[in-house]
C-alpha cells in the first residue's frame, strides 16, 4: 500500500506570496490532518479534514486554510505569507482520525 | 502552555542496552498516546501507540508503558540498535466534538545509540 504523499517536497517563496501544499493520503484512509513543524514551536497542529469537512482547527491565523476533496485528497493553503510560516508542513492519514501516518513533508522556506 | 512535555532533549545509550525515553502530560482528558521516530527532512514514522485502558503495550523491541495517576509514559527501547539514533516525539490525543482527534506533541528527545 502506497504512503502518504505531499506535494512538492521543497518550495521557495517570497514574502506576500500564497502557497498550495497538496497531501494524498493512504487509499482508504479518510481523515487528514495537517501539522507545521518549527525548531521554535515544535509540532503543531493545524487542521484536520474528514469527509471533506474541516472537522478541528488549531490556533493558526485565518490565513491557513485547507480543504479535501472527495477522493480523500488534501490541499492546504498559506496566504500573504511571512517570514514565520517557514516551516516544514507535514500531512498525516489515518481511517477515522488522529493522525497516524505521516508523508515526508514539504519545506517551506519563505524569503 | 505546554499540555505535553519531553524533559530530556538528548539520550545516548550503547548498542545493545535499554533506551529509555519520558513524557509527562498535564491534561488528564488526553486517552491515546503515541510515540513517533523522526529522522531530519523526514515526516514522523509512527512506532507504538497505547489507550488509556492499558497500562502497558508491546511490539517487538519497543515497550510503552504508562501510568495515568502520574500522567507519565516511558517508551523502552530493547535492546537499542545504532538504526535507532533519530529524535523521538510522544503524542497524546483526546476525542473533541464531530469524533475529531488531534495530537499534542511534546517536543522530542534526540536518541543517540553508540556502537
Known amino acids: 500500500k502506497a504512503g502518504v504523499t505531499q506535494t512538492p517536497r521543497y518550495l521557495i517563496k517570497t514574502r506576500g506570496q500564497q502557497v498550495t501544499l497538496s497531501c494524498s493520503p493512504i487509499?482508504?484512509?479518510?481523515?487528514v490532518s495537517w501539522y507545521q513543524q518549527t525548531p521554535g514551536q515544535g509540532l503543531q497542529f493545524l487542521f484536520e479534514?474528514?469527509?471533506?469537512?474541516?472537522?478541528n482547527k488549531g490556533n493558526f491565523p485565518g490565513r491557513f486554510s485547507g480543504r479535501q476533496f472527495s477522493n480523500s485528497r488534501s490541499e492546504m493553503n498559506v496566504s500573504t505569507l511571512e517570514l514565520g510560516d517557514s516551516a516544514l508542513y507535514l500531512c498525516?492519514?489515518?481511517?477515522?482520525?488522529?493522525?497516524?501516518?505521516f508523508g515526508p513533508g514539504t519545506r517551506l522556506t519563505v524569503t | 502552555d505546554q499540555q505535553v512535555k519531553q524533559n530530556s532533549p538528548s539520550l545516548s545509550v550503547q548498542e545493545g542496552r535499554i533506551s529509555i525515553l519520558n513524557c509527562d502530560y498535564t491534561n488528564s482528558m488526553f486517552d491515546y498516546f503515541l510515540w513517533y521516530k523522526k529522522y531530519p527532512a523526514e515526516g514522523p514514522t509512527f512506532l507504538i501507540s497505547i489507550s488509556s485502558i492499558k497500562d502497558k503495550n508491546e511490539d517487538g523491541r519497543f515497550t510503552v508503558f504508562l501510568n495515568k495517576s502520574a500522567k507519565h509514559l516511558s517508551l523502552h527501547i530493547v535492546p537499542s540498535q545504532p538504526g535507532d539514533s533519530a529524535v523521538y516525539f510522544c503524542a497524546a490525543s483526546r476525542l473533541s466534538s464531530g469524533s475529531a482527534r488531534q495530537l499534542t506533541f511534546g517536543s522530542g528527545t534526540q536518541l543517540t545509540v553508540l556502537p
Open positions: 487509499s482508504g484512509h479518510r481523515s
Open positions: 498525516a492519514s489515518s481511517l477515522g482520525g488522529g493522525a497516524k501516518y
Open positions: 479534514y474528514f469527509s471533506e469537512t474541516q472537522r
